[in-house]
T-cell receptor
């Protein structure tokens, strides 16, 4: 169990630029989640994949955000035309089964700063 | 709505003190409830859970009981250690088969020797 890996750890970008983050889940986990966390708040759900299918999306995920998991393994989260309000920690998690039965394993996150 | 409210921090205790972190939830039914913990420099990890009313989740000396009468899931530990210093998040699953976890704001605990 090598854990959930997220890259990069930190990203600083200028407003209006596009950024892409990568998440590598635990290898046997078929479920993958993206959350966003701002300072002083708990994580907020963004989206969820089962294998390569994106099954849930939050209303927080505006049309500037897109997530993919093309082969049911790693996932990418892209933010286009970044805004200062996008500054946050982006967390990825994976689980073996439904979160009703199986704990989520979180990565250490990618911290995005939009200047 | 579907929300989780937990005690504001930070909380500072001496080693071997008793810990309570309050958590209440709103729901139309009986959601599954969880406590996640984030140790310094690490990702969030599940501490304990309860899936139905009157269930007690327990792990590492921590306990929480699912109380439907008070819609609460308070976290307790009888004797905290320095290694328990972390941020604790209460959370619940949305009902209706959703995989979305709803988290509280987190409570930072510092335990001094």
């Amino acid at each position: 169990d090598t854990g959930v890996s997220q890259n990069p750890r930190h990203k600083i970008t200028k407003r209006g630029q596009n950024v892409t983050f990568r998440c590598d889940p635990i290898s046997e986990h078929n479920r993958l989640y993206w959350y966003r966390q701002t300072l002083g708040q708990g994580p907020e759900f963004l989206t969820y994949f089962q294998n390569e299918a994106q099954l849930e999306k939050s209303r927080l995920l505006s049309d500037r955000f897109s997530a993919e998991r093309p082969k049911g393994s790693f996932s990418t989260l892209e933010i286009q035309r970044t805004e200062q309000g996008d500054s946050a920690m982006y967390l990825c998690a994976s689980s073996k089964e439904s979160s009703y039965n199986s704990p989520l394993h979180f990565g250490n996150g990618t911290r995005l700063t939009v200047t | 709505g579907n929300s989780v409210t937990q005690m504001e921090g930070p909380v500072t205790l001496s080693e071997e003190a008793f810990l309570t972190i309050n958590c209440t939830y709103t729901a139309t039914g009986y959601p599954s409830l969880f406590w996640y913990v984030q140790y310094p420099g690490e990702g969030l990890q599940l501490l304990l859970k309860a899936t139905k009313a009157d269930d007690k989740g327990s792990n590492k000396g921590f306990e929480a009981t699912y109380r439907k009468e008070t819609t609460s899931f308070h976290l307790e530990k009888g004797s905290v250690q320095v290694s328990d210093s972390a941020v604790y998040f209460c959370s619940r699953l949305r009902e209706g088969g959703s995989e979305k976890l709803v988290f509280g704001k987190g409570t930072k605990l510092t335990v001094n020797p």
